[in-house]
């Protein structure tokens, strides 16, 4: 069973850093890549960041440059990272990781002062 778990969510005032973790079990990643995506309020669900199988990274114009996404493998598990840097309010919103067709639950990022 696939399990993709998000944390690492939080209020945090502009110009500040978070990093988010996704835990996921149950996966492949040789066949599919992650990814993390965002959705404020009153907004579409969008891509932020996406690895491939390969190991190619993408991003949002929006994020170029001050978020990183990574991951790592440890036993069974995969965990995918975004390390996000000199945050601004405009990427307030629910923070979700993806792989295939498999959703976490999300975890809130809320940057304000």
């Known amino acids: 069973q696939v399990q993709l778990v998000e944390s690492g969510g939080g209020l945090v005032q502009p110009g500040g850093s978070l990093r988010l973790s996704c835990a996921a079990s149950?996966?492949?990643?040789?066949?599919?890549?992650m990814g993390w995506y965002r959705q404020a309020p009153e907004k579409e669900r969008e891509l932020v960041a996406a690895?491939?199988?390969?190991?190619?990274?993408?991003?949002a114009d929006s994020v170029k440059g001050r978020f990183t996404i990574s991951k790592d493998n440890a036993k069974n598990m995969v965990y995918l990272y975004l390390q996000m840097n000199s945050l601004k309010p405009e990427d307030t919103a629910v923070y979700y990781c993806n792989w295939a067709h498999v959703w976490g639950q999300g975890t809130q990022v809320t940057v304000s002062s």
């Open positions: 690895i491939s199988s390969g190991g190619n990274t993408r991003y």
């Open positions: 149950g996966i492949v990643f040789s066949v599919n890549g």
